[in-house]
């Protein structure tokens, strides 16, 4: 039971990093931080522009669909363009929120928990007194500081529920794929990279990058390709080659099975 509730945890962490992973934020409106006494209510319909919330005294509770979801230094919230809710603060306190526009849209509140939030808190207040400056570079500087929070919240969700010890033990495997996805790869070579027996490896690998080793393998060649392909890079044989395929007949067979298209006809 505890198994299941772990996975179906980390299944939302995962599907709420998926949402970000494709943002490409244009601007950052404002970096505010601001005071909201107990049971002070307010509702939101169709939110405008992308926002980052810390409530770093208190607590706030939002409320999308059904869901319940807290704000406080332990919870960070993303509310996206599009979304609605309704939020009362049950815990008098103070709040940093981060508004920024994006060409994307998503339909509910991201939760999103953290291990050190006093950590969090000071990237938010880092960005509010770089735009306090208003240096020469604020605006570039306040894009890539939103992104850097993004990431941070990414990483250290999935750090709280895929154990470092787990992750540890299969890294030289994943740094070895890294650098030689274009080079034949098999499941008993990575074991013996990390000192494991092939099925103990296997197994442990899965249930970390909730893949094997080998679709693992697979994905980053694909992921590859897909760079290639918008590049001035050369023909799809040389591609294939590239990437470690012994014809374009294979490279072309795995293409279109994770991408649903012939490399032929990707753009």
Same mark, same amino acid.
């Given at each position: 039971?505890?198994?299941?509730?772990?996975?179906?945890?980390?299944?939302?962490?995962?599907?709420?990093?998926?949402?970000?992973?494709?943002?490409?934020?244009?601007?950052?409106?404002?970096?505010?931080?601001?005071?909201?006494?107990?049971?002070?209510?307010?509702?939101?319909?169709?939110r405008?522009?992308?926002?980052?919330?810390?409530?770093?005294e208190?607590?706030?509770?939002y409320?999308?669909?059904?869901?319940?979801?807290?704000?406080?230094?332990?919870?960070?919230?993303?509310?996206?363009?599009?979304?609605s809710?309704?939020?009362?603060?049950?815990?008098?306190?103070?709040?940093?929120?981060?508004?920024?526009?994006?060409?994307?849209?998503?339909?509910?509140?991201?939760?999103?928990?953290?291990?050190?939030?006093?950590?969090?808190?000071?990237?938010?207040?880092?960005?509010?007194?770089?735009?306090?400056?208003?240096?020469?570079?604020?605006?570039?500087?306040?894009?890539?500081?939103?992104?850097? $929070?993004?990431? /941070? *919240?990414?990483?250290?969700? #999935?750090?709280?529920?895929?154990? +470092?010890? @787990?992750?540890?033990?299969?890294?030289?495997?994943?740094?070895?794929?890294?650098q030689?996805?274009?080079?034949?790869?098999t499941?008993?070579?990575?074991?013996?990279?990390?000192?494991?027996?092939?099925?103990?490896?296997?197994?442990?690998?899965?249930?970390?990058?909730?893949?094997?080793?080998?679709?693992?393998?697979?994905?980053?060649?694909?992921?590859?390709?897909?760079?290639?392909?918008?590049?001035?890079?050369?023909?799809?044989?040389? $591609?294939?080659? /590239? *990437?470690?395929?012994?014809? #374009?007949?294979?490279?072309?067979? +795995?293409? @279109?099975?994770?991408?649903?298209?012939?490399?032929?006809?990707?753009?």
């Amino acid at each position: 039971m505890c198994y299941n509730i772990v996975k179906k945890k980390l299944g939302n962490i995962k599907m709420s990093i998926a949402v970000l992973s494709n943002l490409v934020i244009t601007q950052v409106y404002s970096v505010s931080s601001l005071y909201t006494p107990r049971n002070t209510k307010m509702k939101k319909n169709d939110r405008p522009h992308w926002a980052i919330v810390i409530k770093y005294e208190g607590e706030t509770v939002y409320t999308s669909g059904g869901k319940r979801l807290v704000s406080d230094l332990n919870h960070v919230l993303i509310l996206p363009q599009g979304c609605s809710y309704d939020w009362e603060c049950t815990k008098s306190g103070h709040f940093s929120i981060i508004e920024f526009e994006c060409d994307q849209t998503y339909h509910e509140p991201l939760s999103f928990p953290v291990k050190h939030g006093e950590k969090v808190l000071r990237l938010f207040k880092d960005l509010e007194y770089k735009r306090n400056l208003r240096g020469p570079m604020f605006e570039a500087e306040s894009i890539h500081d939103t992104y850097s $929070i993004i990431l /941070s *919240l990414a990483s250290s969700t #999935l750090d709280k529920y895929v154990p +470092d010890s @787990k992750r540890e033990k299969i890294e030289p495997a994943i740094a070895y794929i890294s650098q030689n996805f274009d080079k034949p790869i098999t499941n008993d070579m990575l074991a013996s990279i990390v000192g494991m027996s092939t099925v103990y490896f296997r197994k442990l690998f899965t249930e970390v990058m909730e893949t094997s080793p080998i679709s693992y393998t697979k994905q980053l060649r694909i992921e590859k390709a897909k760079e290639m392909l918008k590049s001035d890079y050369g023909t799809l044989t040389d $591609i294939a080659q /590239s *990437l470690g395929y012994a014809n #374009l007949y294979d490279f072309s067979r +795995d293409f @279109k099975k994770h991408t649903g298209v012939a490399p032929s006809k990707y753009h």
